[in-house]
């Protein structure tokens, strides 16, 4: 049983990291181009815009994507999924028009706000839509899709913004329309492949079901604006204390350690499904265990390889104004990992329908974060945001790890203590910052991820070179 439990999420994971992988991997490529096209004003302003749609978007939609991709996983008929699929749109429809109608008002009284608000609402919707068309391919397992669409994604953002900020020289609007156009094309890819419009119909909608999908949703909303505030939050106050150039060096300092975010977020995603699908299977503390100790040693040995990498990125690819950032890294890599954590448990209560837990202990985080920052800004600067995020991700973590004990015995093993060992001894060298040190421990990190990783990269290596759209 625990071989076929872990092959469904082995296969997922790879397909997922086909699409991910590429995604971010041409992103990456293409920030130092960004920062060089758009005065460093201009990047932090778009951060600063980036952030708060995420920041909207739970709001406007009631998180109803997520509710709609769990009870999609429990739909075995077609009529029932489309009075889910049907019920998310409306709900993301009604949300579209009050949000217009709120940054219409807006931006009577707020000429900051006119000059940008058309341009903010069309990425916001554009990004919605993309957002909740991903959740719909999840909950119809249309993975391969759903790979497929990050990578026409990023390819078609790319593309847009490289003509729109590079070539035609519209700075801060050519960005954000180049972001837009490549959500939109993206999702209507992701419309005709799944075909969408046969799962939607008005004549489909059903009240009871909307009822629990909002009821599920709902105290999912705090814990969205809960994650915004651990993640986001400090942008906004590094942004308003310490200067928009500032929050560009804090953006571009979270690239690095997002991109180990980005490869747990695509086993989180299959994580959720595979946690659903065995929540009452008799062994399943002891898998649970087993899973979480190989998902922390495989993604702690990926963030210690790209950390040992940190002076080469920093020295390479951005320019010196950037270069405060590299300090930024390691602690916001160990902040990552403590969230893989976190999120791991989290996607436990996802299994369980428990939106409450989740809920209430990410506000406490998130009240944690906010407080911490407020208090050192003044006294450490930028490390406030970096420091702030560590304490309220290790924080988030002991409190779900203390309370999920109760009920499922997740236990660690010494790799994980040994994994973590490493990442501690990489964020030192970092700090030390010695060329020779640097270079011996790139080739630590090297046979460390290997010798993790041996048999693990064989089995993604056989299921990607399967991969069929």
Known sequence: MENNRSERLVKNTAILT?????????????????????????????????????????????????????????????????NIITDAIIINLIGFILCIIFTAILSVFFEQIRNLAVYFIILLIAETINNLMGWILRGLKKLKVYAVANIIYVIAMVISVTILVKFMNLGLIGIILGYSIGYLISAIFMMVRAKFFEY????????????????YSLPMIPNALSWWCISASDRTIVGSVLGTSMNAILAVANKIPNLCQTIFSVFHMSWQENATETIND??????????????????????????????????????????????????????????????????????????????????IAAIINIVVHLALINFIGLYAATISTLVAYLALFIIRYVKVKKEIDLKFSKSVYIAAGMLIYMTIINYINNMVLNILNVGVAIVYFFIVNKDNMKKIMNKTLKFKV
Not at 286 to 313: A, D, P, R
């Open 18 to 82: 086909f699409g991910k992988i590429c995604t971010r991997g041409i992103m990456f490529i293409m920030t130092p181009l960004f920062t060089r096209w758009l005065s460093q004003a201009d990047y932090g302003t778009f951060d600063l815009i980036v952030t708060y749609i995420s920041f909207l978007m739970p709001i406007i939609t009631l998180e109803c994507a997520e509710a709609m991709f769990r009870y999609l996983l429990d739909a075995n008929k077609e009529n029932e999924k489309k």
């Open 282 to 363: 008799k062994d399943r503390d002891k898998y649970y265990s087993s899973i979480m100790n190989n998902m922390f040693v495989i993604l702690t040995s990926i963030c210690i390889l790209i950390l040992s990498g940190n002076f080469i990125i920093f020295n390479v690819l951005f320019t010196e104004e950037y270069f405060a950032g590299y300090y930024q890294v390691p602690i916001l890599m160990i902040a990552i990992v403590l969230s893989m954590l976190a999120q791991f448990i989290g996607g436990i209560y996802v299994a369980k329908m428990d939106s409450k837990t989740n809920g209430s202990t990410t506000i």
């Open 200 to 215: 939607v119909s008005f004549k489909c909608f059903d009240k009871l079901m909307a009822k629990k999908m909002i009821k």
